[in-house]
């Protein structure tokens, strides 16, 4: 079905937001006939602009698809639309892709819904955020059969820049939060590196020049890191301005918590790093995800 050119291929897009609205925009690009529908009037009208078809229910974008792609908030919110008619108003055998980051179980329980409803299906969140979305050049993370994988490929090579293929249902999500569980923790413990730094009178240039070239070094300190000046495009030196939002970090850590608790794994500061952005984000959830080094100077006091 997908090795069908595109021009012959139905996508049904549900969830048209930060994400899924460019990421829509990219197959329509690439020349598949894409069908959308979001709550928000105004994703349908960027839709229309970005050349999609858009239809007046979730039901109604699904019905003629081949592939079914879902970007939507939460685990929630994928299977109460799968529960609430989506599977049952596809043609049999659609596959369907949920590329929204949820729940590990929550991802085997779409799949499974999707399974028992005669369809096909995949997890396949990604990383790389809304300029990942809009340039094409996400990574995709994917879970389901080996044949399921090779049929959504095609899609996900358009809109993203690497694709791998995890395991069974459900493993894409874990990859993604393992890895966002590393990037969590990594940026508490470079922030804290670089307060602590402060204290003893190391400069903020000093411990970077140091650290990005031994041991330390890490993506959270030479990408992205925390402080103004080391690195020009890491959101520190523009006000901490998202970038990754702490919200979204806050959603992914508490996922990797519930699996760490879920598996029983002794995952102490998996668990802590969920506890610090969550509490972070009463406040900051609007703020990069690196702010959380304001906030750990903010609670360390003055200089001794
Ligand atoms: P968003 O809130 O901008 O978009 C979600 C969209 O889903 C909204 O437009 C909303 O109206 C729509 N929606 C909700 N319920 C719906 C329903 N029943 N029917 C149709 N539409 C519905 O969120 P986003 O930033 O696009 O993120 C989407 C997913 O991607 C999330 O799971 C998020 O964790 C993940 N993600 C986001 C980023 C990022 O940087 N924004 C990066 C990686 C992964």
């Known amino acids: 079905m997908t090795s069908a050119a595109p021009a012959d291929t139905t996508v049904g897009f549900v969830g048209l937001g930060h994400m899924g609205g460019p990421m829509a925009a990219n197959l329509v690009k690439a020349g598949y006939r894409v069908v959308g529908f979001d709550l928000a009037p105004a994703a349908l009208e960027q839709a229309v602009k970005d050349g999609a078809s858009v239809a007046d229910s979730s039901d109604a974008a699904v019905a003629d698809a081949d592939i079914v792609i879902t970007m939507l908030p939460s685990g929630k919110h994928v299977i109460d639309l799968y529960n609430g008619g ?4 596809a043609k049999p055998g659609t596959l369907f892709i949920d590329s929204s980051t949820i729940d590990v179980a929550d991802a085997k329980t779409a799949a499974d819904l ?3 409803a005669g369809h096909r299906a995949v997890d396949a969140p990604v990383s790389g955020g809304v300029a990942g979305a809009a340039a094409g050049t996400l990574a ?3 879970g389901g059969s080996a044949e399921d994988f090779e049929s959504a490929k095609p899609l996900l090579d358009v809109m993203g820049a690497k694709v791998v293929h995890c395991g069974d249902n459900g493993v894409g999500q874990a990859a993604k939060i393992c890895n966002n569980m590393v990037l969590g923790i990594s940026m508490i413990a470079i922030s804290e590196a670089f307060v602590l730094g ?16 031994a041991s330390g070094q890490c993506w959270s300190l030479t990408s992205y890191c925390p402080v103004p000046g080391p690195v020009p495009t890491s959101p520190a030196n523009n006000d901490y301005e998202p970038g990754f939002a702490t919200a979204l970090m806050d959603k992914d850590l508490g996922l990797a918590a519930n699996a760490l608790r879920a598996n029983g794994v002794d995952g102490q500061l998996g668990l802590h790093a969920a506890e610090i952005y969550n509490r972070f984000k009463q406040e900051n959830g609007g703020k990069d995800f690196s702010a959380i080094v304001t906030e750990i100077r903010n609670r360390s006091g003055e200089s001794a």
């Open 86 to 89: 989506l599977l049952a108003a």
């Open 140 to 142: 995709f993370m994917v």
């Open 198 to 213: 402060e204290k003893l009178g190391l400069s903020n240039q000093a411990f970077f020049d140091v650290a990005s070239n």
């Open 114 to 116: 999707a399974h028992k």
